[in-house]
């Protein structure tokens, strides 16, 4: 199988922020107007024009921050009719905007609806309004229920909720409230993600002053788990490290980037994969403007894998989810079988109680599952067998 | 120039005391350097002498001073400021006839001033005292003057100088001339030279400093190191002024360098006597010892494959080191390695320092320890310096320490905390005196194995920095000693053991297990930690298991650097050690050093 036939998806990043969350070191931007969306996006048409488009199915397309629910949605309408224009976008492709509350109406909702996106991602984060103001969140409790309501009223019947625990002061009783307030929305999807502090960011500095303080390993270790038991009992299933489903709901644009399948990717900073090829866009909002209106390629910088790192990063990356890796789908890929290929490492992490091989798959132990690192960095480097071709 | 008008002298003072600086003054006002040659302190000429603001080994500088019409030639020696290189210091010390007794016109006398200044006295130098730092506002001359009086030095015509302003510079090139008096040897009889220095040179193999005592010496003579009988033929002879310039003889009272085709400092052993093959001199110039290490510590490659890197880099260095020795050494632990013997800590972290700068390797280095005199049940006696393999205890008759005698001036204010510190270390009091109203010395005999590690930082902060130290060796001592080792998972981990003494065992046992808790990551399962002397397990604690290891966030944008961080990671773990299944990070072989710290 190769970029010819796999499916692929659209990633396309819309960096513009209201104010900058103190954990964030994304490529955001705040303090622009109206017009700097127009001028964004119409980057983003263009240097969509002039993607070179994979022969696989169109899957997902994905609107990731920064804040996307911040522009007009008649804007990221305008992408996705753009986007519609150069290739068929099945009636079930997954469209996702990331939301934050606060920032959405009835009336926008609609049409984001109306434009085709079935998915909303909403960052909710905490459900105490001290932690909230805390991480210069633009918004408090009461608005992650009232743009859970209207997305809900709107006809949106897949709506995703993230939230980070092992805040700094954070209680496991406090996580706990939050996980419960969530789940009462009845999300079909949940992303549970562990704090963490990024070099260069207003939360490192406050840490760094002692102004805050983290819980300590054990109590965020606990959070995990207890959450991990709490939302399975409550139907939504993990299926990756850190995010649970209602079944049938798990998200197909992550799913891309676990199994190495193909994306494109627009905007400032955006991060593009096809066939081992990386590669990403120019950083700066307004530079990667300039370049695509000049008719450059804002292509900041690339990597090639070889074969042997595509197929590393596949393991690492596909162990993430609860299915594993899929022998029959690595052997449709790279023409081996894993087991044969990385046999010395896999039985050592075999034997270490971290992974089990199925005849169908590979799949991280519970055990691995709390340590996936310690399974991802022996794969990352490790050499596969020669074998004939 | 004639012996009449040669003055060989030293700079004794405490460290900080501007030492450096006034001889890089003395060197530009006599118009030997140029000051725009000048970089700041000159003698000081291995980088990391001038990066720690020490001096680690002895130079020599010849200066030309006009006084009263005549031309004298000053050759100045300078000394290390280290109590580590006591020895060398009194080399250099005996290759002079006078000193310049520095101190800091604000700090007063300090304990390295006053075993300077005994050093000197029992070499019957003259001294010549130097006030300095007189531009600094708390400066307090007639304080420093009447301490000097205290400890037997006219201090009434002390030099007034502030080297760092160039103020009274010519005062103290005069005293040199009036109170130094010219060298007294004999230059009719047989050649007799002292090496107060050597360093290795690729070109010329090892350069000898000498001051000759006696006769004279000339390219082509045929010498020979007294102490070590080996001869060589004088292929090149200089003086530094402080750039290296030729000369064809060293006449007597001269100092100056050569070289003879000598592959190895080992050869020419600082405190040797050179002299004539064809024409001997009878006995030696007094005072050589052979360089003896003091303490002792395993240095181990990071990477396994380096094991021959690190023996090269060695013996470079030995090359320009005779106190350094060392010996191969295989640790359960730890692989291959080398237990390598110093002088003195400070002695041992250069010598790591240089290793891991210069030479580019990653060291595991185990904490130091003190050689021990062992006596077994048998008669038959042990030198042992790796505390991994002093005999069971039943085998042990005698166990020896190295003690020192160790001069503590402090404020009289902090008399009472300096003593407890002393007592805690297992010190014997000897004395108490008064400098002045305010100031006393104390001197305590205290094994050298409890003043290595933290001794000097804890007198320091037990006096709100006042106190100062210097100790000199003062033979061995029998102590009620005994082997500690650390079990990791149940297995001993021999790189970690110690000697410590029994009435402290338990203390330090709990302490060293509690310290390595900290310092061992946790790791896929628990890990007990244990402290047992010999079966007997005496302190207990656990590391426990590692909960969570997850990357939270990985997307799209993020696998990349993700994928990097995972890579770095792994050659984190790739520096540790593993023993058993247990990854020991490097810190924690040096955690029976900090087990002290609050």
């Known amino acids: 199988m190769s970029a010819l036939t796999l499916p692929w998806g659209l990633y396309v990043h819309i960096p513009f922020c209201q104010a900058r969350c103190t954990y964030c070191d994304f490529n955001t931007i705040t303090g622009m107007g109206e017009s700097d969306h127009v001028r964004y996006v119409e980057a983003l048409v263009r240097e969509w024009s002039r993607e070179e488009i994979p022969g696989g199915p169109m899957v997902s397309i994905f609107f990731g921050g920064g804040t996307p629910s911040l522009v007009h949605p008649q804007l990221l309408a305008q992408v996705i009719q753009a986007v519609g224009e150069r290739v068929y976008v099945p009636p079930d492709a997954e469209i996702t905007v990331e939301t934050n509350p606060g920032t959405v109406t009835d009336a926008k909702l609609g049409i984001l609806r109306e434009a085709g996106v079935n998915r909303l991602s909403i960052g909710a984060q905490a459900r105490q309004n001290s932690h909230l103001v805390a991480l210069n969140r633009i918004h408090d409790v009461a608005a992650i229920d009232d743009t859970v309501r209207m997305a809900r009223e709107a006809g949106f019947t897949n709506i995703s909720l993230d939230a980070i625990y092992g805040l700094p002061g954070q209680t496991l009783a406090e996580w706990q409230e939050t996980v419960e307030g969530l789940l009462a929305l009845r999300p079909q999807h949940l992303s549970l993600y562990a704090l963490i502090v990024e070099p260069g960011t207003p939360l490192k500095q406050q840490l760094d002053r002692g102004a805050i303080r983290l819980p300590h390993d054990d109590v965020t270790a606990e959070m995990a788990d207890w959450a991990a038991q709490r939302l399975t009992d409550g139907g939504l299933m993990p299926y990756e490290i850190s995010n649970y489903a209602i079944p049938g709901y798990e998200s197909r644009h992550n799913r891309l980037y676990w199994q190495l399948e193909p994306y494109l990717a627009l905007g400032a900073g955006a991060h593009a994969y096809v066939e081992g090829r990386r590669w990403w866009n120019v950083r700066g909002v307004r530079r990667y403007m300039e370049m695509v209106e000049q008719e450059r390629d804002p292509t900041d910088s690339e990597e090639q894998l070889s074969r042997e790192e595509e197929m590393r990063e596949y393991l690492w990356l596909g162990l993430r989810q609860r299915r594993g890796v899929d022998r029959d789908e690595f052997r449709a890929r790279f023409g081996h079988d894993p087991v044969l290929l990385f046999q010395a490492v896999l039985a050592a992490l075999r034997d270490q109680d971290l992974l089990t091989v199925s005849p169908a798959a590979i799949q991280l132990t519970r055990r691995g599952w709390d340590v996936a690192n310690v399974v991802a960095r022996a794969l990352v480097d490790a050499e596969p067998a020669e074998l004939p071709s | ?598």
Do not use: W
């Open chain 2, 1 to 598: 120039m004639d012996q009449q008008h040669i003055r060989n002298f030293s700079i004794i003072a405490h460290i900080d005391h501007g030492k450096s600086t006034l001889a890089d003054r003395l060197i530009e006002s006599t118009g030997t350097l140029t000051s725009r040659e000048m970089a700041p302190q000159v003698l000081d000429s291995m980088e990391l002498e001038r990066e720690r603001g020490i001096t680690i080994k002895a130079q020599a500088v010849r200066l030309f001073y006009e006084h009263l019409g005549e031309t004298y030639e000053l050759n100045l020696i300078d000394t290390p400021g280290h109590v580590d290189f006591t020895y060398e210091v009194s080399r250099a010390l005996q290759a002079c006839e006078g000193a310049l007794l520095v101190v800091d016109a604000a700090q007063g006398v300090e304990a390295q001033t006053l075993a300077n200044l005994y050093m000197a006295l029992d070499h019957d130098l003259s001294i010549v005292p130097v006030i300095n730092k007189i531009d600094l506002p708390s400066a307090d001359p007639e304080r420093v003057m009447e301490e000097l009086m205290e400890i037997g030095v006219d201090g009434t015509d002390a030099a007034l100088v502030s080297a760092k302003q160039g103020i009274g510079i010519e005062k103290v090139l005069a005293e040199v001339v009036e109170k130094v008096p010219p060298p007294s040897g004999d230059p009719a009889s047989p050649l007799r030279a002292l090496i107060f220095d050597s360093r290795f040179d690729s070109y010329k193999g090892v350069l000898v400093y000498i001051r000759v005592t006696d006769g004279e010496i000339k390219i082509g003579d045929r010498i020979r190191f007294m102490a070590t009988a080996k001869e060589f033929e004088v292929t090149e002879m200089g003086v530094f002024g402080p750039h290296p310039l030729p000369v064809d003889r060293l006449a007597t009272g001269e100092v100056g360098f050569f070289a003879a085709q000598i592959k190895t400092v080992q050869d020419t052993r600082v405190g040797d006597t050179v002299t004539n093959a064809d024409r001997p001199a009878k006995e030696p110039l007094p005072g050589y010892r052979p360089a003896q290490p003091m303490v002792y510590s395993g240095l181990y490659p990071v990477d396994s494959q380096d094991y021959g890197r690190l023996r090269e880099a060695l013996e470079k260095l030995q090359l320009n080191d005779a106190a350094l020795t060392f010996e191969p050494e295989t640790s359960a632990a730890l692989g291959f390695g080398f237990r390598a013997g110093f002088l003195g800590l400070l002695h041992m972290e250069v010598i790591q320092e240089r290793l891991e700068r210069e030479y580019d390797l990653t060291l595991i280095t185990t904490a130091p320890n003190v050689v021990y005199e062992v006596q077994l049940v048998t008669g038959e006696t042990l030198r042992v310096d790796n505390p991994a393999l002093l005999p069971p205890a039943g085998d042990l008759a005698v166990i020896e320490e190295p003690v020192v005698e160790a001069n503590i001036i402090t404020p009289s204010d902090y008399i009472g905390a300096v003593m407890e510190l002393a007592q805690e270390r297992r010190g014997t009091y000897m004395n108490l005196s008064y400098l002045d109203n305010v100031r006393a010395m104390l001197t305590y005999r205290l094994p050298l194995g409890e003043i290595m590690y933290d001794f000097f930082d804890q007198l320091k902060s037990r006096s709100r920095g006042y106190a100062s130290l210097d100790y000199q060796l003062d033979g061995m001592q029998a102590a009620d000693l005994v082997r500690m080792d650390i079990l990791l998972n149940g297995e001993v981990v021999d790189a970690l053991s110690t000697i410590v003494h029994k009435d402290r065992a338990y203390q330090k046992g709990r302490a060293l297990a509690e310290k390595l808790r900290d310092l061992i990551p946790r790791q896929l399962f628990e890990v007990p930690i244990q402290a047992a002397i010999g079966a007997r397990v005496i302190a207990r604690e656990t590391v426990k298991a590692m909960r969570k290891d997850v990357l939270a966030k990985c997307y799209g944008g993020d696998i990349t650097r993700k994928r990097k961080l995972l890579e770095k990671q792994k050659e984190g773990k790739r520096r540790m050690k593993s023993v058993g299944n247990v990854e020991i990070p490097q810190e924690a072989f040096m955690a029976i050093l900090r087990v002290d710290e609050q």
